[in-house]
């Protein structure tokens, strides 16, 4: 289902068929900075996996870093 092209970037090989697997997918797109963060305890409180799966994430990182910030903000 998931691939990565020449640059490392990933791709859908194929369109994930439950619900719940098309939500999970968005997760590899999410930016490496967002990623790094998590992976050291440093994401807002309010971002949980329920979070990122449930709303909507801009597909360019630097959106996403935005997004994030102004849920760290708020």
């Known amino acids: 289902m998931?691939?990565?092209d020449r640059k490392g970037r990933p791709v859908l090989t194929k369109v994930p068929g439950p619900r719940y697997?098309?939500?999970l997918a968005r997760l590899a797109f999410l930016s490496p900075r967002i990623q790094q963060?998590?992976?050291e305890?440093?994401?807002p409180l309010g971002l949980s996996l329920e979070h990122l799966v449930r709303?909507?994430?801009p597909l360019a990182w630097e959106e996403q870093e935005q997004f994030i910030a102004r849920l760290a903000a708020s």
């Open 2 to 4: 998931l691939d990565h």
């Open 21 to 23: 697997q098309r939500r």
């Open 37 to 39: 963060a998590i992976v």
């Open 41 to 43: 305890g440093r994401q």
């Open 55 to 57: 709303n909507p994430l």
